[in-house]
């Protein structure tokens, strides 16, 4: 999601365009007649992308959706995800659930000595097929290739208690010959907190008899249902059995984790002698299961994380949006409404008053106190022929509003046939192959000038158009925007951004079968706001213009 759009444009290229949900609109009012008074009010309020509440309202096309049941554009906020699966490495996994520690590439299962013409039958290694590192350079060795989560476990605890007796001086109330590993210290507090909860809340109804925690079982279901139908005499009155309290973990047995008195001076010694090389990085270490790892004789190899497929559905109407496949190597979609399967692709880019270079538009200093044109192009998606209206109000939001005029607000899109459909067929005029060899220049960042190919910009009539597509003429009559030094009143942010909002109305029709009837056509419609982002104002001091030389 594009948290704030308006801020970051500094380090944007321009133009762009950011399509607004229409989710943030939806408000609840308190009775009919704020209801109408709201409606009134919705219909003459004009879209200022300036205002903070639009600031996380806009998207580009890409990361929108849209619902064929409320026929409205779906943006991330106004969707809920559901997983879908899920991809576990556990014990179960066979091979190539393991990342490097080093470069986090995922890790091949490699045998040591492979007979000639025979299956390897051991010891396998874990290599890295990126940085070349492997599990042998830790003393990793694998019997067998599978279950290899169980063998790199029983290594690490072995390994851990070898530790843990060698050459420390314990204390008496310290029993370190139990290994330090961190998966066992959670497990033994995970039992001692079962047993807690157990003995202090007997009758909770979210706990399972095996003393899981557990809110959607039937079991648990049950309970609570018990709770209010079985209502005694006694229902209401507060128990006088006091229930008892927890206590924390006292032993090692019960979760209790003790740091070794020599654990600081080791790693001292061994940093002496190997040097800083043998410490590992900070990422390297916040990738690791556990922090304890600090030198690259430490290294584990990794497990993958978990990872899901997640399905998005409509939150009004709960209609699936998108849907991946349930398999979990596969990257296909079973359903997938994307908005720019729906919604027209929309581009600008200035329309030069001349083919000379000091006469052009820069996007990033557009000349102020004279009126530029813009070349606005539409793609149509649908296989069916669209009506757009386009809406600008007279001048763009914000203290010195620049004005804006479109000559043709509203033009027919084509349907988006094959391109060797019409190109193959000889009964069409010379005008529609024309629009034929035209759809190559859609989005074409080639620069175009006024009164090329002997066209001029008129009202009521486009610029040009193709196949699936149509350009129109957009005329910005920029006004001056003093620099930030030079207001004395004090500027907004980005007061020279120069924002065009557009309303985009859509009126097409859909062929619609019913049962027992013949197939009818009806007629659908789609509405929202489109910010295009043009470019940036220039003082007039950049531009090397005076205001007397502007007529």
Not at 129 to 156: N, P, R
Not at 389 to 417: M, S
Not at 439 to 453: A, I, L, M, W
Not at 464 to 487: C, H, L, M, Q
Request: hydrophobic letters at 30%; a negative charge.
């Amino acid at each position: 999601m594009l948290a704030n759009p308006t801020a970051i444009t500094e380090q944007m290229t321009f133009p762009y365009t950011y399509i607004s949900c229409p989710c943030t609109d939806v408000s609840v009012p308190a009775n009919k007649y704020l209801e109408h008074e709201a409606d009134d009010e919705e219909q003459e309020r004009t879209f200022d992308p300036r205002s903070p509440r639009t600031n996380y309202s806009l998207y580009p096309l890409d990361h929108l959706m849209y619902c064929e049941d409320c026929q409205q554009i779906r943006c991330p906020r106004c969707t809920i995800e559901e997983i879908v699966c899920c991809q576990r490495a556990t014990g179960g996994c066979q091979r190539n659930c393991f990342n490097c520690p080093v470069c986090l590439a995922p890790m091949t299962v490699n045998a040591l000595e492979v007979p000639d013409n025979q299956r390897p039958i051991g010891p396998f290694i874990l290599a890295c097929g990126y940085c070349h590192w492997t599990s042998q350079e830790v003393g990793i060795q694998l019997d067998k290739v599978t279950h290899m989560s169980a063998q790199l476990s029983k290594i690490f605890n072995k390994s851990l208690r070898e530790t843990s007796t060698k050459g420390l001086v314990p204390e008496p109330t310290i029993d370190l010959s139990t290994p330090d590993n961190p998966d066992i210290v959670f497990s033994n507090l995970k039992v001692f907190l079962k047993s807690q909860l157990n003995d202090s809340h007997p009758d909770n109804p979210m706990l399972t008899p095996s003393g899981d925690v557990n809110y959607s079982s039937p079991s648990s279901l049950a309970r609570i249902m018990s709770l209010y139908t079985n209502l005694g005499a006694g229902y209401g009155k507060k128990s006088a059995q006091k229930p008892s309290t927890m206590r924390e973990s006292v032993s090692l047995d019960e979760g209790l984790r003790l740091t070794s008195p020599n654990s600081d001076i080791d790693a001292i010694n061994k940093l002496r002698g190997e040097g800083y090389p043998s410490t590992i990085t900070p990422t390297q270490r916040s990738e690791q299961i556990h922090a304890t790892c600090n030198f690259a004789s430490d290294f584990r190899p990794i497990p993958m994380l978990l990872r899901t497929k997640r399905a998005n559905r409509c939150r009004a109407c709960r209609h699936i949006l998108v849907k991946p496949e349930t398999k979990v190597e596969s990257t296909r979609y079973r359903i997938r409404l994307i908005a720019l399967n729906y919604v027209p692709t929309m581009n600008i880019k200035p329309l030069h008053p001349s083919s000379l270079p000091h006469q052009r538009i820069d996007l990033n200093n557009i000349r102020p106190l004279q009126t530029s044109q813009f070349l606005l192009s539409l793609r149509n998606p649908l296989f069916d022929p669209v009506t757009v209206t386009l809406a600008t109000p007279n001048r763009t939001p914000g203290r010195r509003g620049h004005k804006v005029t479109i000559l043709c607000p509203q033009f027919d899109i084509a349907a988006n046939t094959d391109a060797w459909e019409e190109a193959l067929d000889t009964n069409k005029s010379s005008t529609r192959q024309k629009e034929v060899r035209s759809t190559k220049r859609f989005g074409d960042t080639r620069p175009e000038y006024v009164g090329q190919e002997g066209r001029v910009a008129e009202a009521g009539k486009v610029w040009d158009k193709g196949r699936n597509w149509t350009s129109v003429v957009v005329e910005v009559g920029v006004v001056d925007v003093p620099a930030a030094d030079d207001d004395d009143d004090g500027g907004e942010e980005d007061e020279d951004l120069l924002e065009i909002p557009t309303f985009v109305r859509m009126e097409w029709e859909v062929e619609v079968e019913e049962k027992g009837k013949e197939g009818g056509k009806e007629k659908r419609e789609l509405a929202y706001w489109v910010v295009l982002g043009v470019g940036r104002v220039g003082s007039i001091k950049e531009g090397g213009m005076t205001a007397s030389s502007v007529s």
